[in-house]
C-alpha cells in the first residue's frame, strides 16, 4: 500500500505521462481482470484502480467497456426517435417557395414573383 503523497505522485505522473506505469501497454492477465471486476464492483474510483493496476485510466475505462461491467451490453438504452423536420421542395432551402422566406425573397429580387 502506498502513502496519500505517493499516491497523488503517481496520479500527476499517469496524467502527465512523464512516467511509464509498470503494466502500461501490456496484455490483462486474468488475474488483472478479475482484481478489476472486484474492484468496479467494491466502488473502488477509477483513478485508484488505474493506480492499483498500474495502467492508465483510458486503459481501466476501455477493459470496463470491453468486460462490459457497466451492464450496456445487457441493458442496452434505446434512443427515442424523433420526427424529422418538414422536407423542403425548392432547390435552394428546400421548403415550398411560397412558405420559404429565403426563395421569396430571392425569387422578389429576381422578379420572379
Do not use: H
Amino acid at each position: 500500500m502506498i502513502n496519500e503523497q505517493e499516491y497523488i505522485e503517481t496520479v500527476k505522473r499517469m496524467r502527465t505521462r512523464t512516467a511509464r506505469l509498470e503494466r502500461e501497454g501490456d496484455y490483462w492477465t486474468e488475474e488483472e481482470k478479475k482484481e478489476l471486476a472486484t474492484q468496479f464492483t467494491a466502488g473502488s474510483s477509477i483513478t485508484k484502480i488505474a493506480v492499483l493496476l498500474q495502467r492508465t485510466e483510458p486503459a481501466i475505462f476501455q477493459q470496463i467497456e470491453k468486460m462490459d461491467l457497466y451492464g450496456r451490453k445487457k441493458r442496452p438504452q434505446r434512443r427515442k426517435s424523433r420526427p424529422k423536420p418538414a422536407a423542403c421542395l425548392c432547390p435552394a432551402c428546400m421548403l415550398s417557395p411560397s412558405a420559404c422566406v429565403r426563395c421569396e425573397s430571392d425569387q422578389t429580387r429576381k422578379g420572379e414573383i
